[in-house]
């Protein structure tokens, strides 16, 4: 695990260094578990006396708040600057760029010298891959998709034709992206399908948790916008539209064609009927029910 001073952290941090500089932090822990040599945070009075008395070397606090037991990195957002110290100290696995003899890769398939191709995974036909992505095993890549740059796919990740992924797209472990949208017609005594041809559109920096089901479009595209965030168990259907930078907590179900804003939020088993939602906060009741009102951009 990589070491560095406090001040060397201060600095990366964009932190006020109160106390040794030369303090050498090799860790980083919750205050009751921090050991000699690791860092903590504190958001509170109360989590900063918790961790005044655990082992802790240094903590990241705000405003304020002064200790005469331990160096401090002092910071406008603690919670924030935790998000930004974890991965200095736990980076990211890196994967050796090549293709595992098990896959099965089309010859027509343009895969980038620097990306790393799992085990049993297999890319179709015309199908691009970007510079330093990883597909980890079990992936399936359908004919004519695209992913971009520095984007990793977990295990069992499955991409129907005509995908597009941007760069630096995270997908967990067993998520499905353009099956088909749910879309019939009563003909007589049957449903008869009602053929979905378009695909699904996932822009920049978007991270998809597991077990999440994304439609394509019926005709056109289901579009994921830039910097959303979409957690475990989630339900997109065919046509949808999200905007930029959008928060949706497990268990929701988004129904086809509904469009939703930049930076809507969307808590945990929310369901949204066809509709167009400029902007959506939602906030949990009494008894596990929801109210939400639309606010204008």
């Not at 992913?147 to 992924?165: E, H, T």
């Amino acid at each position: 695990m990589p070491t560095f001073t406090a001040a060397q952290l201060a600095e990366k941090l964009d932190a006020e260094l109160i106390g040794d500089g030369l303090l050498q932090i090799s860790g980083f822990a919750p205050a009751d578990r921090a050991q000699v040599g690791h860092l903590t945070f504190a958001e509170t009075e109360e989590y900063l006396a918790r961790a005044e008395q655990g082992g802790a070397s240094a903590i990241l606090v705000g405003g304020n708040a002064t200790s005469s037991r331990k160096t401090l990195l002092r910071v406008k957002n603690p919670r924030l600057a935790y998000a930004r110290a974890l991965p200095l100290f736990f980076p990211e696995p890196q994967y050796e760029p090549g293709i595992h003899p098990s896959a099965v890769v089309a010859k027509s398939a343009q895969v980038d010298p620097g990306a790393h191709v799992g085990p049993h995974c297999v890319i179709g036909e015309r199908v691009k891959l970007g510079a330093r992505t990883a597909l980890l095993g079990g992936n399936h890549i359908g004919d004519d998709s695209q992913i971009g740059d520095d984007s990793r796919l977990f295990p069992n990740v499955v991409l129907y034709a005509g995908s597009q992924i941007g760069n630096r797209v995270r997908i967990h472990a067993s998520t499905v992206i353009g099956s088909d949208g749910f879309g019939y017609v009563l003909d007589g005594a049957q449903h008869r399908k009602v053929l979905q041809l378009g695909n699904v559109i996932i822009h920049d920096d978007v991270e998809i948790g597991s077990n999440t089901s994304i439609d394509r479009g019926a005709l056109g595209s289901t579009v994921i916008g830039r910097g959303t965030k979409i957690d475990n168990l989630v339900q997109v259907a065919h046509n949808v539209v999200m905007g930029e930078g959008c928060i949706i907590v497990g268990q929701a179900g988004i129904a086809g064609s509904t469009k939703l804003g930049n930076f809507v939020t969307l808590a945990g088993q929310v369901g949204l009927a066809l509709q167009r939602v400029r902007r959506l906060r939602l906030q949990r009741q009494k008894r596990h029910l929801f109210s939400w009102a639309a606010l204008d951009v």
